[in-house]
């Protein structure tokens, strides 16, 4: 069974990087569609960025691009979320997911989750 596990999240001051990993196992990694989701309290769950399983297409959220970068490590079966330039509205708990499908990945619901990963960014 496909399983996903973040890592990375913490503490950073307004304007500071932090990078999210996403470890994947129990699955062929490049056959799947890959994205970040973010919740804050009180909002519902966006989008963040994702990346198909082609690994040739991206999709950013608005409010994330030129600051987000996200990343494949199909050797690694590892995703990660380069996050730069961070502001206080970025502070969620970060999720990544998983999806096997060929659609576009911003077009898609996903059934793999991993537990999620706490980022908070002080002003």
């Known amino acids: 069974e496909p399983q996903l596990e973040e890592s990375g999240g913490g503490l950073v001051q307004a304007g500071g990087s932090l990078r999210l990993s996403c470890e994947a196992s129990?699955?062929?990694?490049?056959?799947?569609?890959v994205a970040w989701f973010r919740q804050a309290p009180g909002k519902e769950r966006e989008t963040v960025s994702c990346?198909?399983?082609?690994?040739?297409?991206?999709y950013y959220a608005d409010s994330v691009k030129g600051r987000f970068t996200i990343a494949s490590d199909n050797a690694e079966n590892t995703m990660y979320l380069q996050m730069n330039s961070l502001k206080a509205e970025d502070t969620a708990v970060y999720y990544c997911?998983?999806?096997?499908?060929?659609?576009?990945?911003?077009?898609?619901?996903?059934?793999?989750w991993g537990q999620g990963t706490q980022v908070t960014v002080s002003s």
């Open positions: 990346i198909n399983r082609n690994r040739a297409n991206t």
């Open positions: 997911a998983a999806e096997f499908t060929v659609r576009d990945c911003d077009k898609t619901s996903y059934d793999y």
């Open positions: 129990g699955f062929t990694f490049d056959d799947y569609a």
